[in-house]
């Protein structure tokens, strides 16, 4: 399997960065996590320090599954500021495979801003939409667009992570990963439970 790539900045917001990374390991996909720093201890919005797998500028991104970007102040502004990644981002946009997901403040400040969702459907943190020149706003926790996953903040952090799992493993990988976590009633032999239907 490919490797996805999640990208962490100092000011990131934690929930988002480390549900989709456990999430995405219990389904079993590869997944690194990224420092844009010359650091591999990222500083979060709220002073919890991640130890990153990997350091930007040492990475190579050759046909990356997923580039995963968590929200957060001033996480998606540093995201955004960081030049290297921008090039990635339209690199990635421009593929016929590579895929891209955002949640909370980076679907507007990080692939908005770069022109990346310009006729996609998204949502996002509260007043982060004006970034997104030519995209379409929709005032739902996930959306999926084409090649795009986005959502709208911390508390849809375990479902943006789960539609990523079901848009690269399918429905029945998702759903037994969330069943897994007890996010949905079990099943059992009288009562089948699809979280997507």
Known sequence: MKDSFVFLADGFEEIEAISVIDILRRA???VKTVSIT???QVKGAHDIIVVADLIYDSTIFTDAEWLIFPGGLPGATNLYEFAPLQGLIWNQAESDKGRMAAICAAPGEVLGQLGVLKGERFTCYP???GKVEGGIHEPAKVV???KYVTANGPSSATLWALEIVK???GEVK???VASGMLL?????SQDTVNMFG
């Not at 949905?184 to 059992?188: D, G, K, S, W």
């Open 174 to 176: 998702a759903s037994e």
């Open 184 to 188: 949905y009633p079990l099943q059992t």
């Open 38 to 40: 010359s650091s591999l």
């Open 127 to 129: 007043g982060f939409e």
């Open 167 to 169: 848009e690269t493993l």
């Open 144 to 146: 999926v667009s084409g």
């Open 28 to 30: 079993g996909m590869s």
